[in-house]
């Protein structure tokens, strides 16, 4: 080939459409790899389906026999009274007692550590200390509550002012050990978040003498507000819905309405631990109870979820 030969490059010749990000030949394995996640997508929602599918018809039959008002309603519960009551609302006040209690513990907390390790701790500390976090989110909810029932509680009783002491199992106990229980599962998805502001407004903040404070909540933290909101809701879906430690830690009473902390009560998730031990006829009414107390949980933890999916999507920040 001489050095004065050129080099003809035809446009008919040129790669058309997306020919140049499209491979001729799918890589081994990415074929299986979607037929698994069609496959994960699918199950999902069978799951979910088959939930409803099995609430449906018990609580059906539950609410043929109860007023649906009356069940919203009245302030006593007592299904095995022989003049039963079924009003629920005791035991979804001491539900929502117990995760604010959790909320107030794990949400500043939470979110302190996340600014922590994404602002303020170097590379290698936020390496050591983030995996020990989310280990800690796999400690079973068992282990939590025989903390509170024979650790915190004793000590709580000790520290408390006053003769009228808290109750050998309380609210209070219990919600700071679920707090306490949720606190990694805000941290983790929270630090995500905050770790992926771009570092061009942290860099902006910088340029106009802001402090690292000033970066971490007037900049940084807005512009996670929808990955701080995701964590959040994670973590009161995990509270409404667990199940152990209000068993052990929070008791089994639930004939009235009370908002005291330090007295023991029960829980939508604690009622249906106990009740579906299998003293309970199949086929009663006080068995359909635990249908009827499941759906309610369903609808409430659905309804909390689709809230937060609309919170996401409207504080949204999108970066180029």
Avoid: C
């Avoid at 010749?13 to 030949?25: F, H, I, V, W, Y």
């Avoid at 007037?218 to 701080?228: D, I, L, Q």
């Amino acid at each position: 080939m001489t050095a004065d030969k050129k080099l003809i490059f035809r446009a008919e010749d040129a790669p058309r459409g997306n020919e140049l990000l499209t491979p001729k030949r799918a890589r081994r394995g990415e074929h299986a790899i979607e037929i698994g996640l069609r496959v994960a997508a699918v199950v999902s929602v069978a799951t979910t389906i088959g939930i409803i599918v099995a609430l449906a018809g018990p609580a059906y039959k539950f609410f043929r026999d109860v007023n649906i008002v009356d069940f919203f309603t009245e302030t006593k519960w007592t299904p095995l009274f022989s003049d039963p009551e079924y009003g629920v609302l005791p035991l979804l006040a001491a539900t929502i007692e117990v995760t604010l209690i959790a909320l107030l513990i794990a949400v500043p907390f939470g979110l302190g550590t996340a600014i922590y390790l994404s602002e303020y701790a170097s590379r290698r500390f936020r390496g050591i200390v983030k995996p020990a976090i989310e280990l800690l989110a796999g400690i079973p909810s068992v282990v939590y509550g025989f903390i509170a029932l024979q650790m915190l509680n004793p000590l709580l009783r000790d520290l408390w002012p006053g003769d009228d002491k808290p109750e050998f199992q309380n609210m209070l106990v219990a919600g700071i050990a679920m707090g306490v229980m949720i606190i990694p599962t805000i941290a983790s998805v929270a630090e995500d978040a905050f770790s992926a502001v771009p570092a061009s407004l942290r860099d902006g903040a910088y340029a106009l003498a802001s402090s690292k404070m000033q970066v971490s909540t007037r900049v940084v933290f807005p512009a996670a507000f929808s990955g701080v909101t995701a964590a959040v809701v994670l973590g009161v879906s995990r509270a409404v819905g667990e199940t152990m430690i209000v068993t052990i830690a929070a008791g089994l009473v639930a004939n009235k309405v009370e908002f005291n902390p330090v007295k023991a009560a029960e829980t939508l998730t604690a009622y249906i631990a106990a009740a579906g031990q299998g003293d309970v006829p199949v086929g009663t009414t006080h068995y359909n109870t635990i249908f009827a107390v499941g759906a309610l949980l369903f609808v409430l933890t659905f309804l909390l979820n689709a809230y937060s999916i609309r919170l996401v999507r409207k504080y949204r920040e999108v970066y180029e």
